[in-house]
Nanobody
Framework: QVQLVESGGGLVQAGGSLRLSCAAS????????MGWFRQAPGKEREFVAT????????GYADSVKGRFAISRDNAKNMLYLQMNSLKPEDTAIYYC?????????????????WGQGTQVTVSS
């Protein structure tokens, strides 16, 4: 059974940092693209960042570019999201996602597996 489990969320003041982790189990995703999405209350799930299977290609939403960094450790089957200079508008549930292929995607249909999410709250 494939599982993606996020951790690292919490409450932080504006300007602070958090590092989210996503642990994959049940199969290896070393040849698959992965990504992060987020969903704020009353809003649709939105793209945050994506990374190719090798880590050589990454993509970011304009709203987080320059502040967030996605990375992965294929040996550990882990995905990360380093979030710096956090803003109150970054408050959301953050979801880890994995695809069955190697192509990065900025939309939810591009992913086949999803975690349960971790809450990130940024206070002003």
């Amino acid at each position: 059974q494939v599982q993606l489990v996020e951790s690292g969320g919490g409450l932080v003041q504006a300007g602070g940092s958090l590092r989210l982790s996503c642990a994959a189990s049940g199969r290896t995703f070393s040849r698959n693209a992965m990504g992060w999405f987020r969903q704020a209350p009353g809003k649709e799930r939105e793209f945050v960042a994506t990374i190719s299977w090798s880590g050589g290609s990454t993509g970011y939403a304009d709203s987080v570019k320059g502040r967030f960094a996605i990375s992965r450790d294929n040996a550990k089957n882990m995905l990360y999201l380093q979030m710096n200079s956090l803003k109150p508008e970054d408050t959301a549930i953050y979801y880890c996602a994995a695809s069955n292929h190697g192509l990065t995607s900025r939309t939810p249909p591009g992913y086949d597996y999803w975690g349960q999410g971790t809450q990130v709250t940024v206070s002003s």
